[in-house]
């Protein structure tokens, strides 16, 4: 089992920046490839960014791609999500998401990570 918390969202005007976290707890974090989704209300869950378990490979939502970006800190058991040039559509509730496949392409697809957390909410303001 793995435990996740999000962290960092809140209010912030557009154009503004926030940084997300997420702690892992429960097991060995590097084994784990990672993800941030989002759901706005009335709205499917979608794909944000995800990171393979060493960081050497990421992907993005064309959506944020330029403004948002993922890392994360196996020492520390922590993944991130630095938001950048946040737009009022990026609101949403924010997860994390954690997987032990490899195969970080099929997983983005289907969005069927095995763990998840409960969310932290990011509202932008026009």
């Known amino acids: 089992q793995v435990q996740l918390v999000e962290s960092g969202g809140g209010l912030v005007q557009a154009g503004g920046s926030l940084r997300l976290a997420c702690a892992a707890s429960?097991?060995?974090?590097?084994?784990?490839?990672m993800g941030w989704f989002r759901q706005a209300p009335g709205k499917e869950r979608q794909f944000v960014a995800a990171?393979?378990?060493?960081?050497?490979?990421?992907y993005y939502a064309d959506s944020v791609k330029g403004r948002f970006t993922i890392s994360r800190d196996n020492a520390k058991n922590t993944m991130y999500l630095q938001m950048n040039t946040l737009k009022p559509e990026d609101t949403a509730v924010y997860y994390c998401?954690?997987?032990?496949?490899?195969?970080?392409?099929?997983?983005?697809?289907?969005?069927?990570?095995?763990?998840w957390g409960r969310g932290t909410q990011v509202a932008v303001a026009s």
């Open positions: 998401a954690a997987d032990r496949t490899p195969d970080l392409v099929l997983i983005i697809t289907t969005g069927d990570f095995e763990f």
């Open positions: 990171i393979s378990w060493s960081g050497s490979s990421v």
């Open positions: 429960g097991r060995t974090f590097s084994w784990y490839s």
